[in-house]
């Protein structure tokens, strides 16, 4: 009897953690991992262009708008709000230094450092089930708010484009 009831418990929790997602601390954790990745790879060719620059669109991207320093991506029913500001260079961290201002609940605060280019990664909770993703590098940012389990693919995908940006 003990056996079988010990065997229910593990399959109840295996079936309850699989229901629930991922905790925050393993979605900071791939987060952090997967931004950190896509920021240390070469960048990838650029496929799109609006008037401030040139980037790489991932496959299954799309763009539904273009303005002169700033798209929207689209992937699924998910919206990412691309910002180009060519006025300040990859290295800069006025972006960064404003975001940590504005933001002082957050459950990722991730930077890196390579090849004159300073990257971050912003991720927060929102009211609600969603969490807002912030990626930039110097004063190019991309933002998006989306589902928890959604996050790490995401912070690797919008570090990809961010790098690309010529």
């Known amino acids: 009897m003990k056996r079988w009831i010990s065997l229910l418990t593990v399959i109840l929790l295996a079936l309850t953690a699989g229901c629930g997602g991922i905790s925050d601390k393993e979605m900071k954790k791939q987060a952090e991992e997967s931004?950190?990745?896509?920021?240390?790879?070469?960048?990838?060719k650029p496929n799109e262009k609006i008037e401030s620059g040139s980037f790489y669109l991932p496959e299954n991207y799309s763009i539904s708008s273009k303005k002169a320093n700033n798209a929207i991506l689209t992937k699924g029913g998910q919206k990412f709000l691309l910002f180009i500001n060519k006025n300040e260079r990859k290295d800069s961290k006025a972006s960064?230094?404003?975001?940590?201002?504005?933001?002082?609940?957050r459950l990722v605060d991730k930077t890196f450092n390579a090849d004159g280019e300073f990257g971050y990664l912003f991720v927060r909770n929102t009211k609600g089930k969603e969490y807002e993703a912030i990626a930039g590098i110097g004063g190019n940012k991309l933002t998006a708010l989306i589902k928890k389990e959604e996050v790490p693919e995401a912070a690797g995908q919008m570090m990809k484009v961010l790098k690309s940006i010529q």
């Open 35 to 44: 931004a950190s990745k896509s920021f240390g790879e070469k960048p990838q």
């Open 96 to 105: 960064y230094d404003l975001l940590r201002k504005e933001y002082k609940k």
